[in-house]
Antibody
Framework: EVQLVESGGGLVKPGGSLRLSCAAS????????MNWVRQAPGKGLEWVSS????????YYADSLKGRFTISRDNAKNSLYLQMNSLRAEDTAVYYC????????????WGQGTLVTVSS | EIVMTQSPATLSVSPGERATLSCRAS??????LAWYQQKPGQAPRLLIY???TRATGIPARFSGSGSGTEFTLTISSLQSEDFAVYYC??????????FGQGTKLEIK
């Protein structure tokens, strides 16, 4: 069974940093591209970042302006999101998702981890 | 940046009736369009990709159509479990995605 479990969320002050993790199991992690998608409270979905299976290709939403860094460790079956210079508008549930090769879309999602940026 | 616009924001439909949701792209995305369903407190669920291909396990009452800039998700006979928020999403460039703002499908 495919499982994606996010962790690392919590309360952080504006300007602070946080590192999210996503532990993957039930599939060959190193064969799949992965995404981070976020959802602010009561709002819609916003794509954050993608990373190819090998980590060679990385993409970010323009709105992040270089504050976030996606990475992965295929030996540990883990995906990461380093978030720096956090702002109140970064408050959201952050989901990791696996990209299915045949559909080119996220097919399995974790349950999300809540990041709250507040003083 | 490709902007996705969904309409209406909220759609009220009775169980058993048909629901039609629309999505427009600011520029052509060919058939690189997906639809997701999200229920409160849950992660999104992939329904449709390639504008019209149902994802694994998705019932036949869900269908997608369109290409270029205009897309439609149709739910032929609404079941109680179909009332949720629906998002369209373009993926015209590999690993680059944009979501629409969502359509809330509510019980009339």
């Amino acid at each position: 069974e495919v499982q994606l479990v996010e962790s690392g969320g919590g309360l952080v002050k504006p300007g602070g940093s946080l590192r999210l993790s996503c532990a993957a199991s039930g599939f060959t992690f190193s064969s799949y591209s992965m995404n981070w998608v976020r959802q602010a409270p009561g709002k819609g979905l916003e794509w954050v970042s993608s990373i190819s299976s090998s980590g060679s290709y990385i993409y970010y939403a323009d709105s992040l302006k270089g504050r976030f860094t996606i990475s992965r460790d295929n030996a540990k079956n883990s995906l990461y999101l380093q978030m720096n210079s956090l702002r109140a508008e970064d408050t959201a549930v952050y989901y990791c998702a696996r990209v299915d090769d045949s559909s080119a879309n996220p097919d399995y999602w974790g349950q999300g981890t809540l990041v709250t940026v507040s003083s | 940046e490709i902007v996705m616009t969904q309409s209406p924001a909220t759609l009220s439909v009775s169980p058993g009736e048909r629901a039609t949701l629309s999505c427009r792209a600011s520029q052509s995305v060919s058939s690189n369009l997906a639809w997701y369903q999200q229920k409160p407190g849950q992660a999104p669920r992939l329904l449709i990709y390639g504008a019209s291909t149902r994802a694994t396990g998705i019932p036949a009452r869900f269908s997608g159509s369109g290409s270029g800039t205009e897309f439609t998700l149709t739910i032929s006979s609404l079941q109680s479990e179909d009332f949720a928020v629906y998002y369209c999403q373009q993926y015209n460039n590999w690993l680059l995605y944009t979501f629409g703002q969502g359509t809330k499908l509510e019980i009339k």
